[in-house]
C-alpha cells in the first residue's frame, strides 16, 4: 500500500552543484543549486530565481562554471546554500577553498570540487514555466586523480545528492549497473 506524504521537490538524486560567477569587484561569488540539469549534451539549465546575486553575475559578465560537489567538501557546499552572496561578498575566502580563472569563459574554477562545467550564458527564462539560467558547455574539467583508462571514475569523485525529503546528504558512488546494456537482456 502507498502512503501520501507532503508535497516537496519529489525528485531524489538532487545534484549538488555549485555555480561560480565574478562579482562586479572581481571576487569569486559561489552558490549551492539542486535544482539543475542538462538539456542536452551542451546545454545546462539552472533553475535559479533572479534574486540570487549569481544570476546578476551570471547576466553581467556572460558566464559561469557549475561543479559537482563532492563528500569531502560537503561543509563547505552547505555553506555555499545558507549565506548569500547578496550578504557576504567573501563566501569563497571564508569557506577556505580556492579558485582558479578558467581559460575559456569569464568565471572561476573552484580548485576543490572534482568535475568542473565552464559555460558561456545564453539566456534567462522568467516566464511562468521557465527554468532560468540556460548555458552553453564549452569545456568540462575533471581533476586528474579521478581519471583511470582516460575515463572519469565517478565511484572516486564521491559526488553528493541532495534528499528532498530529509534535507540530507547523501555520497553517491558504488556502479550497480550498465546503462543501454542491462535492459537489453529484457528484449529478447
Known amino acids: 500500500m502507498r502512503k501520501k506524504i507532503n508535497l516537496t521537490e519529489g525528485i531524489f538524486p ?26 542536452a549534451r551542451d546545454v545546462v539549465a539552472l533553475n535559479l530565481s533572479e534574486g540570487h546575486k549569481t544570476v546578476k553575475n551570471i547576466k553581467t559578465r556572460g558566464a559561469f562554471t557549475v561543479s559537482i560537489a563532492d563528500s569531502r567538501h560537503v561543509v563547505e557546499a ?37 568535475i568542473c562545467l565552464e559555460c558561456e550564458f545564453i539566456e534567462y527564462q522568467d516566464d511562468k514555466y521557465g527554468c532560468g539560467v540556460i548555458g552553453k558547455v564549452v569545456n568540462v574539467t575533471v581533476d586528474e586523480e579521478f581519471v583511470v583508462d582516460g575515463k572519469v571514475d565517478i565511484s572516486s569523485i564521491k559526488a553528493i545528492a541532495f534528499d528532498p525529503y530529509t534535507h540530507g546528504y547523501y555520497e553517491i558512488g558504488k556502479r550497480v ?8 537482456s529484457l528484449k529478447k
Do not use: R
Open 14 to 39: 538532487m545534484p549538488v552543484l555549485m555555480v561560480s560567477s565574478y562579482n562586479e569587484d572581481g571576487s569569486v561569488n559561489v552558490m549551492n543549486a539542486a535544482w539543475g540539469t542538462m538539456q
Open 78 to 114: 552547505d555553506y555555499f546554500g545558507v549565506e548569500s552572496g547578496n550578504n557576504t561578498n567573501n563566501k569563497l575566502e571564508k569557506s577556505g577553498l580556492t579558485a582558479s580563472k578558467s581559460d575559456i569563459v569569464d568565471a572561476p574554477i573552484i580548485n576543490e570540487f572534482p
Open 177 to 184: 549497473g550498465d546503462a543501454f546494456k542491462d535492459g537489453l
